[in-house]
């Protein structure tokens, strides 16, 4: 079974509104990380989160982790056209490098 | 950095037929993934290396499914005989150590 389950599966938001993204777990991780995939491309990494961090920015993207909830949110403020993609995130709960990813978000960003 | 590169982009082959896939790392990366996506179990990590030796290959579905990595520069997957239900997009990932990791484009398999 899927370690990280994302929620919402699917958002559609209008260009230049948040995008707000949910992962839930199961078990205890070390690190989370969020990936976004276009359509038709490989998987790109976003963002790193360990364990004993609550919160981590990079650039219009914030991803705060509550282990106590075993959950993380992935924001994505001021969205543009081009954030459209699938949003997926990924524990270490089986291991350091055996990332279990989640099913995924796909996000569409309306002109 | 040409980044993680995978041959071929896509590959059509039928029922029976070997297939196998290729993926270059990036050099200096001393972990290589492979990793399969369908639209019914999403994304599944088949097997993984450490300094060119299989760590993990429990998710590798069945004995009709190999890899290798005869160096730190090139790995294969290998699929003999191959089935429909085969049919996804692999991927290959490479990373240096337990840190983020890099993708490449995927092959897209079609088992007829």
């Known amino acids: 079974s899927q370690q990280g389950e994302e929620d919402p599966q699917a958002l559609s938001i209008q260009e230049g509104e948040n995008a707000t993204m949910n992962c839930s777990y199961k078990?205890?991780?070390?690190?989370l990380q969020w990936y976004r995939q276009n359509s038709g491309r490989g998987l790109v990494h976003l963002i790193l989160?360990?364990?004993?961090?609550r919160e981590k920015h990079s650039g219009r993207l914030r991803v705060t982790l509550d282990t106590s909830k075993k959950s993380s949110s992935l924001l994505i403020t001021a969205s543009r056209a081009a954030d459209t993609a699938s949003y997926f995130c990924?524990?270490?709960?089986?291991?350091?490098?055996?990332?279990?990813f989640g099913q995924g978000t796909r996000l569409t960003i309306n002109p | 950095d040409a980044g993680v590169i995978q041959s071929p982009r896509h590959e059509v082959t039928e029922m029976g037929q070997e297939v196998t896939l290729r993926c270059k790392p990036i050099?200096?990366?001393?972990?290589l993934f492979w990793y399969r996506q369908t639209m019914m179990r999403g994304l599944e990590l088949l097997i993984y290396?450490?300094?060119?030796?299989?760590?993990?290959d429990s998710g590798m579905p069945e004995d009709r499914f190999s890899a290798k990595m005869p160096n730190a520069s090139f790995s294969t997957l290998k699929i003999q005989p191959s089935e429909p239900r085969d049919s996804a997009v692999y991927f290959c990932?490479?990373?240096?150590?337990?840190?983020?990791?890099?993708f490449g484009p995927g092959t897209r398999l079609t088992v007829l």
């Open positions: 990932a490479s990373s240096l150590g337990a840190h983020e990791q890099f």
């Open positions: 078990t205890s991780i070390n690190n």
């Open positions: 989160i360990r364990s004993n961090e």
């Open positions: 990924a524990t270490d709960a089986e291991g350091a490098q055996k990332l279990v």
């Open positions: 050099s200096g990366h001393n972990s």
């Open positions: 290396f450490n300094n060119n030796v299989p760590i993990d």
